[in-house]
C-alpha cells in the first residue's frame, strides 16, 4: 500500500512539474523575447551563411533547429487550447446553469457523439426559424417548442 502511495506521488509530482514547464514554455514562447530570440537566431543563421560556404551543414542548422521547434511548439499550443477550451466551456456551463429558463441539458453538450450534436444543432436550425416567422420579438422559445413547431423534414435517401 505504501509503495503504490509514494508511485502515486511521484507521478503526481512529474505531472505538476510538466504542467508547471509547459504554462511557462507557453508564457514564453507567446511574448515578445521569443519572437525576438527566434529573430536573432535566423539573423545569426543568415550572416554566417558566407563563413560556412552556405554549406548544406549550414542549411540542416536552421532545418533541424525549426524543425524541433516547431514539433514541441504544436504541443504546447495543443495544450494550451485545450485549457482554455475547457476554461471556456466550463464558464459557459455555469452561465446555463445560472439562466432561469435555459436548457440544462445543453451542460455537458462537449461530450455529445458528432450524431447527437447534429442532432441538436437541427432543433436549433428549427428554434431560429420559429423565431424568424414569430412577430413577437420578446417572446422565448424552447428547443422543445422548436420540435414540436415545424414537421420533421424527408429523410433523404
Not at 441539458?105 to 442532432?119: F, K
Request: hydrophobic share 45%.
Amino acid at each position: 500500500m505504501k509503495n503504490t502511495m509514494e508511485s502515486d506521488k511521484r507521478k503526481g509530482g512529474f505531472r505538476l512539474t510538466l504542467e508547471r514547464l509547459s504554462l511557462t514554455s507557453t508564457d514564453w514562447a507567446g511574448g515578445a523575447w521569443a519572437f525576438a530570440v527566434a529573430c536573432a537566431f535566423v539573423l545569426a543563421w543568415a550572416v554566417t551563411g558566407p563563413v560556412f560556404h552556405f554549406s548544406d551543414t549550414w542549411q540542416l542548422v536552421i532545418n533541424t533547429a525549426t524543425s524541433i521547434v516547431t514539433f514541441l511548439m504544436v504541443f504546447l499550443i495543443q495544450r494550451a487550447q485545450n485549457k482554455e477550451s475547457k476554461a471556456v466551456q466550463l464558464k459557459l456551463n455555469e452561465i446555463v446553469a445560472a439562466l432561469k429558463g435555459a436548457s440544462n441539458r445543453l451542460i455537458g453538450v462537449e461530450n455529445l457523439s458528432e450524431d447527437e450534436l447534429r442532432t441538436l444543432h437541427e432543433h436549433y436550425v428549427r428554434l431560429t426559424q420559429r423565431a424568424e416567422n414569430d412577430t413577437d420579438i420578446h417572446k422565448s422559445l424552447s428547443v422543445e417548442e422548436a420540435h414540436d413547431a415545424l414537421p420533421e423534414r424527408s429523410a433523404t435517401p
